[in-house]
């Protein structure tokens, strides 16, 4: 006898609903969530009591508006979170750290001293 094993999900905000053959061992399910201005939001095991909620940046967003995960209405989101009534979990959207040489000091016309005397052809 094959026994066909299946987990359903569910979203609570938006009514998607899955059926995938059952994992082993903790995982999670996610998809794009209409109801949470499309951002990433995870799907909950069916029965399960919970919300999920998305929250807006609450700090100085600064030079890293560019880096910053937007939902649909142009919401700079920090986090997504799931509420249980034994807990939470989080989905964190960090700003992404960005860097440029320039900023540094490196500007790529320059050379080294060692490579401008190494092609000057003197002799030491």
């Known amino acids: 006898m094959i026994l066909n094993l299946f ?4 979203c609570p905000n938006c009514g998607k609903t899955e059926r995938i053959p059952a994992v082993a ?3 999670a399910r996610f998809h794009t969530c209409s109801k949470l201005a499309m951002l990433t939001a995870p799907m909950l095991p069916e029965g399960t009591k919970a919300k999920v909620v998305a929250h807006e ?3 100085y967003e600064g030079i890293d508006s560019g880096h910053l995960t937007l939902d649909a209405d142009g919401r700079p989101i920090m986090n997504v979170e799931t509420v249980r009534e034994d807990g939470n979990d989080l989905i964190v959207f960090a700003a992404t750290a960005t860097g440029s040489a320039e900023a540094i000091g490196i500007h790529p016309t320059h050379t080294t001293g060692a490579a401008t005397a190494a092609g000057s052809g003197t002799a030491n």
């Open 7 to 10: 987990e359903n999900w569910f």
């Open 25 to 27: 061992g903790p995982h």
């Open 57 to 59: 940046r609450e700090d």
